[in-house]
């Protein structure tokens, strides 16, 4: 009665009951004149009869790898988060998760593996890998300034368009050209519950172009907007992330360049606001990155606002420099 072994209970395969409670232990001591203890000692009986019999049952397989793309999505949303409330924890989250990338992700010729278990990598990265590590990468280059980050996620970017760009789709495969042969290379296009490989790396290339003043870059993120733009508008649900992407084109997308010492603290406090339509550059001094060179002025820390590289004259606030993003 306890648990429905009854008809109530009963299933039709093999002549097998599942346990179910409809009725509370009040209301069952009450049916069977029994006190709340003695209820209590006698679930506990059965409880541990049921447990050590479903213990020699054999237990359902655990998938514990770690996939590279997965973990790549969190430091972006560890970034994210760090940009909104400004705790420490998700930062240092973000690129500890992101050194471990760095360290066993990839390989000596800078491709990517796709899997980590057991202290082994394993399976050649796909491009939702590459697309989600160089947005990871950028992320976490934009809150700590640290350049390192940038040019390894431009130098995935190069060695996507070296194994998986199709040239005369002008569109990424999911599977690297160094895979074995299969009937069929598939290009994910179409976002779903996580956005597709090549919506996420179309933008990458876009922010990427801009930071490295890359025309190949930003000609092939256009045009990969362009080949999937008839099917978005007719089926915009499944493009959200191509739809992000094009919203860049029909606003201004702005460059934000903070160079001097105190180049950091006034990022953090730009990140405070909600900025869609931005990529964030810096450093503490003269620097050889396009966006940096020539702009460092000695004892000061200014903030660039620009367009395509063509920007308006430096402020020393955020609050100077957010009036110039409106």
């Known amino acids: 009665a306890y648990y429905n072994v009854n008809e109530y209970g009963k299933w039709d395969e093999e002549n097998k009951y599942v346990l179910i409670r409809t009725k509370s232990d009040n209301d069952i001591a009450i049916e069977f004149g029994i006190s709340m203890q003695q209820l209590e000692e006698k679930t506990k009986d059965w409880k541990s009869l049921l447990s050590n019999f479903r213990n020699k049952r054999e237990k359902p397989r655990l998938d514990d790898k770690t996939l590279t793309s997965w973990n790549a999505l969190m ?5 994210d988060a760090y940009k909104t409330f400004q705790d420490k924890e998700y930062l240092n989250v973000a690129l500890k998760n992101g050194n471990f990338i760095k360290s066993k992700q990839i390989k000596k010729d800078g491709s990517l593996y796709h899997t980590y278990k057991e202290g082994k990598s394993n399976i050649n990265g796909y491009l939702e890998d590459y697309s989600s590590v160089i947005d990871a990468f950028i992320g976490l280059y934009e809150v700590t300034l640290d350049k390192e980050w940038l040019l390894k996620a431009d130098q995935l970017a190069e060695f996507t368009f070296d194994k998986f760009f199709d040239s005369e789709k002008h569109m990424f495969y999911f599977t690297s050209s160094e895979d074995a042969a299969i009937i069929a290379r598939n290009i994910d296009y179409r976002d779903n519950v996580i956005p597709s490989s090549n919506s996420v790396l179309a933008k990458n290339l876009f922010r990427l172009a801009h930071h ?19 099917e978005m508008e007719k089926y915009p649900i499944s493009f959200s992330n191509w739809i992000d992407l094009l919203t860049n084109y029909q606003s201004s997308y702005y460059e934000v360049v903070v160079v001097g010492q105190e180049a950091l603290p006034k990022i953090q406090e730009i990140n405070k606001t909600y900025l869609p339509n931005i990529l964030i550059a810096g450093g503490k001094s003269n620097d050889t990155l396009p966006l940096l060179r020539g702009r460092y002025i000695e004892q000061r820390t200014l903030i660039y606002v620009c367009v395509n590289n063509t920007c308006k004259l430096p402020v020393a606030t955020v609050k100077d420099a957010l009036v110039l993003l409106k």
């Open 75 to 79: 430091i972006k949303g560890y970034v």
């Open 212 to 230: 490295f003043d890359n025309q190949l870059y930003g000609e092939t993120a256009l045009q990969m907007l362009k080949n999937v733009q008839p």
